[in-house]
């Protein structure tokens, strides 16, 4: 009960830190470096209000969110579409690893004698001490930059090379820290280096690997369910949890019944299970939109935890060795990076700002600083303590400077900024006899519409029979597009034979003209998701016709309403625009006797109206009742 009550009150915190975070992105910081800023606030360190007990008692969140991280990291591998860049991300790790690995060792053990802990310890342990400082600051973020990505929609060979890169280089690390930690149990103890440990790291990778695999399989069960979206989220997020669960179980058991501990890594065993069922299942589009549907919820809770677990007090301390490490460590990224995208071939733009993208740490660099605090306790907090503060650093860092590169190479997929009128306009492309049919109707509702097509024919006919303005196109591309729409545009409509050259306008609309409604008639299904990413509205002509009629038999006052059958009822959507209405609710406002408000968006987020509901300006308002009455309160609220 008592984790229960935690788990609420940390859901509230986190509710806070999402406003906190929309307050970044004014600055131009990533969400994810508001969530943590917040999660610090509220810390241990700061105000209180999440103690260190707390943070501690929240580890089912923390365990949770890692899973859905790291199924999130390795779905992100999927071999098909990562193939063209397998190279460069093999050469770009490689050059990482050897550069951040190098120099971090050299730079632990030639400020040794400025470390406390590490002053009075002979060479060999001070090496060994080094090993494992410097397996840790290879380690990178995931988590953090599959934030950063979904926030951008970035998309391209950077972003796949640096999402690759980044997977890869912790399943690299988790092995690398492995082998550096069993040689620095030699060197530390003074003993003789036991060969067999080799063995044992293999042994666990393959159990890791094993138990990975089984967990794909149940992933791939769970996403070919026939079941609702989050019950299936919910069993993801709790295989995830039940891997956790089996690793600490599975080490539990060896160290009680074996000679040595059999440990396995619950990171690499999930992302080993999404790397399954992505590459090895006819399933891999829905575990991707399960992961999805919750992704921004976790990233939240999960940003937001490490904020408040972040040990602000070592930062204080050791801040003249955490920075000089997180400096080295920065010039072993800088070189490894560079060498990494030269020998890949990259251009020069890429090569020049790669290391932006490999500064972030987080759950892996935590965890396994974690890790040696428990197994050498002569040292190991004032250890974790330290690397605790480099990450710190990297965490702040980092997440800006990737967000930055993204724009700087143009993989950035944001929408453009809209600048709504007073004029209610649509572009119809394509014309047939349903899409003319439609322009009469917005015409007919006081819409100014243009239509075009590609097949001059089809424009040339139209001009002889309607007083509609038409134009032909050669293509569809940013410049033909540019003498159509515009950022006031309200709607975009495609209806073009060709789903390719729909879905090119639909983006268009969205990136560059910030186009706040893309509306599309679809003519090959399997094109749905891609539409639905630019969070368009697609019509399926079959599927449609079966929706209507299903409306028909079970609601047929709402489907008479939109299909305007009704002579004395209409259905309308108008945007607020008059300031005396700014804050006023909805039961103070004189509307006609026959108006009811259906709906409210507000900033894309749907609001369902109530009496004490507030309205404010540029809120999208569905409006029920008769035609002219409707036209009046357009005309008093907005337009």
């Known amino acids: ?295 921004p919820a976790i990233y939240l809770v999960f940003f937001t935890l490490v904020g408040a677990s972040l040990g602000l007090d070592a930062l204080v301390k050791l801040w003249p060795v955490a920075l000089t490490l997180f400096g080295v460590r920065m010039a072993g990224i800088m070189v490894g990076s560079f060498v990494g995208s030269k020998l890949a071939r990259a251009p020069r733009q890429h090569t020049r700002l790669a290391w932006m993208a490999y500064v972030t740490q987080a759950g892996v660099g935590l965890g396994l600083a974690k890790d040696v605090a428990g197994e050498f306790p002569a040292f190991g907090t004032e250890f974790a303590t330290m690397i605790i503060a480099v990450i710190v650093l990297n965490q702040v860092v980092g997440p800006p400077l990737f967000k930055f590169c993204i724009r700087r190479v143009g993989e950035s997929h944001l929408p453009a900024e809209a600048t709504p009128d007073e004029v209610r306009d649509a572009v119809i492309l394509g014309i047939d006899d349903q899409s003319l049919a439609v322009a009469r109707q917005l015409k007919a509702h006081g819409w100014k519409v243009i239509m075009a097509d590609v097949d001059r024919s089809a424009v040339e006919g139209l001009a002889d029979m309607e007083s509609i303005e038409a134009h032909h196109i050669e293509q569809i591309d940013e410049g033909t597009l540019g003498g159509l729409v515009s950022s006031a545009t309200d709607a975009l409509v495609a209806t073009l034979g060709d789903d390719d050259a729909n879905y090119q306008a639909c983006l268009l609309g969205f990136e560059k003209f910030g186009v706040g409604r893309l509306v599309v008639r679809l003519n090959d299904l399997s094109w749905s998701d891609r539409f639905a990413e630019l969070g368009a509205l697609v019509v399926e002509p079959a599927s449609a016709m079966v929706n209507l009629l299903d409306q028909f038999v079970r609601v047929p006052q709402l489907a008479t309403l939109l299909l305007h059958r009704d002579p004395h009822q209409a259905v309308i959507q108008i945007t607020v625009a008059d300031p005396d209405i700014d804050g006023m609710p909805l039961r103070e406002l004189r509307l006609p006797s026959d108006v009811r408000v259906l709906g409210i968006t507000r900033d894309g987020h749907p609001i369902v109206p109530q009496g004490y509901t507030v309205l404010r300006r540029n809120d999208e308002v569905t409006l029920v009742g008769e035609q002219e009455h409707l036209e009046q309160v357009a005309h008093r609220w907005g337009y």
């Not at 396995?264 to 589009?285: K, Q, W």
Request: proline share 3%; charged share 10%.
């Open 1 to 295: 009960m008592t984790t229960l009550l935690l788990i609420l009150g940390f859901v509230f915190v986190s509710l806070a830190a999402r406003n906190v975070g929309k307050w970044a992105t004014l600055a131009r910081l990533p969400l994810i470096t508001g969530y943590l800023f917040a999660g610090a606030l509220v810390g241990p360190f700061i105000l209180g209000w999440v103690t260190k007990e707390a943070v501690q008692s929240l580890r089912v969140v923390d365990h949770a969110s890692l899973a859905f991280i790291a199924f999130a990291a390795g779905g992100e591998l999927y071999i098909k579409e990562i193939r063209s860049r397998l190279k460069s991300i093999a050469f770009v790790t490689t050059a990482l690893v050897v550069s951040t690995f190098t120099l971090g060792l050299t730079a632990v053990v030639l400020i040794a004698d400025h470390i406390s802990f590490m002053q009075k310890m002979p060479f060999p342990s001070r090496l060994g001490v080094g090993l494992m400082a410097a397996s840790i600051l290879v380690a990178r973020s995931p988590s953090s930059a599959i934030a950063i990505i979904n926030e951008l929609r970035a998309r391209g060979p950077f972003t796949k090379t640096a999402i690759g890169v980044t997977v890869v280089m912790d399943a690299v690390v988790i092995t690398l820290f492995a082998t550096t930690a069993s040689i620095a149990s030699s060197l530390v103890a003074g003993v003789e280096f036991d060969p067999w440990f080799v063995l044992r790291v293999v042994l666990d990778l393959l159990v890791s690997l094993n138990v990975g695999y089984l967990a794909g399989k149940t992933l791939a069960l769970i996403a070919s369910a026939e079941t609702d979206v989050r019950v299936k989220t919910g069993l993801i997020l709790a295989i995830g949890l039940g891997v956790f669960w089996v690793s600490g179980a599975l080490r539990h058991f060896s160290e009680t019944h074996l000679s040595w501990p059999i440990t396995i890594e619950p990171l690499l065993t999930c992302m080993i299970a999404a790397f399954i069922v992505t590459n090895f299942s006819r399933f891999h589009n829905e575990f991707s939109q399960a992961l999805h549907h919750v992704a």
